[in-house]
């Protein structure tokens, strides 16, 4: 599980709501963005499963949300892909030794062990 604390008082937070889906989806684990909620921030919490789907997303303001987070289902997503589809690990794992990354200092691919 992937948890990002965030202080969002600006009207972008549906583009960080976009960026936890996404870390989920690529990931394969559940991600729980909470945000900060009224006066500080606008709220909109969430909590998105290991296929980048919203489970619960709390309203602006002051919510609290409460989730099983059922880990099966990651090993599931990893196993059989998202949606019984996409396995984003192992599909690059052919590109291993050939994505290099300059800006890293050429450092190259490498995907987690479990894939």
């Known amino acids: 599980m992937i948890i990002q604390p ?4 600006t009207r972008d937070r549906e583009m960080e709501v976009v960026m936890s889906r996404a870390n989920a989806f690529v990931n394969q684990v559940f991600v ?3 945000n900060g ?3 500080s921030g606008v709220g909109e919490s969430v909590i998105v499963d290991p296929e980048g789907t919203i489970m619960q997303q709390a309203r602006g ?3 609290i949300l409460y989730g ?3 880990l099966d289902r990651v090993t599931q997503a ?3 892909g998202t949606f019984g589809i996409n396995k984003p690990w192992s599909q690059l794992k052919d590109q291993r030794g050939i994505l290099a990354y300059p800006m890293f200092g050429g450092a190259s691919f490498q995907p987690p ?3």
């Open 6 to 9: 965030t202080l969002t008082t």
């Open 32 to 34: 729980v963005n909470v």
């Open 37 to 39: 909620g009224d006066p």
């Open 61 to 63: 303001g002051e919510e």
């Open 68 to 70: 099983v987070l059922d």
């Open 78 to 80: 990893r196993r059989y």
């Open 113 to 115: 062990e479990w894939s």
